[in-house]
């Protein structure tokens, strides 16, 4: 069955240190990958989603960046976090009956 | 525009009470819908699809194209209900498009 592994769950960065949280997916080969970003009253915000490895397409500006070194790896980065970085991040996978998520990282930049 | 549109942030309902989450879409073509949700603690997933056209935890939700509307009901909201409900869409070109999701709490 497919998974999708999502690490850490919880991550405390100071302004201006980098970043990188990484997603893994098992059980299918060549997914569609994304990263979503949660925030209250706005709902899931998609950054970017990747087609295949290097792949990536950006939705919105931002301070962040994606990349896909593997087939079901995916890797949200920054160089230098800012204050407005915090949030919650979900990475999804899409299948044939939707996406399923990973369980998301609680980013708290301070 | 491609646009998921859920008026409501937070919807209260006694226990026992109908339950209807609203939605509306703006897509040009056939959509494929969904409703997410999440529990507390628990991650995102996926509730039920328009194209299944199935009942899930007393769930269901009818495509109505007219009105451009995926509107979430039950005729019986429970305690165990109460969680953060997003309609979604998804587009030809695989991205799935959020609404900004409803609280629903249900009241004992």
């Known amino acids: 069955s497919q998974t999708i592994h999502q690490w850490p769950a919880t991550l405390v960065q100071p302004v201006g240190s980098p970043l990188s949280l990484e997603c893994t997916v098992e059980?299918?080969?060549?997914?569609?990958l994304y990263w979503y970003r949660q925030a209250a009253g706005r709902g899931l915000q998609l950054l970017f989603y990747?087609?295949?490895?290097?792949?990536i397409s950006s939705e919105v500006p931002q301070n962040l960046s994606a990349s896909r070194p593997q087939d079901r790896q995916f890797i949200l980065s920054s160089k230098k976090l800012l204050l407005s970085d915090s949030g919650f991040y979900l990475c999804?996978?899409?299948?044939?009956?939707?996406?399923?998520f990973g369980s998301g990282t609680r980013l708290t930049v301070v | 525009a491609q646009r998921v549109t859920q008026p409501e942030k937070l919807l209260s309902v006694f226990k026992g009470a109908p339950v209807e989450l609203k939605c509306n879409y703006s897509y040009s073509g056939s959509p494929e819908l969904f409703w997410y949700v999440q529990y507390s603690r628990q991650r995102l997933q996926l509730l039920l699809r328009?194209?299944s056209r199935e009942s899930i935890k007393g769930f269901t939700a009818d495509l109505n194209k007219g009105e451009t509307s995926f509107h979430l009901k039950k005729p019986f909201a429970q305690e165990e209900d109460s969680a953060m409900y997003y309609c979604?869409?998804?587009?030809?070109?695989?991205?799935?498009?959020f609404g900004k999701g409803t609280r629903l709490h249900i009241l004992p």
């Open positions: 059980g299918t080969s060549n997914p569609n």
């Open positions: 979604a869409l998804r587009a030809r070109d695989d991205k799935i498009i």
């Open positions: 990747s087609v295949g490895i290097g792949q």
């Open positions: 999804a996978w899409s299948g044939a009956y939707g996406y399923t």
């Open positions: 328009h194209i």
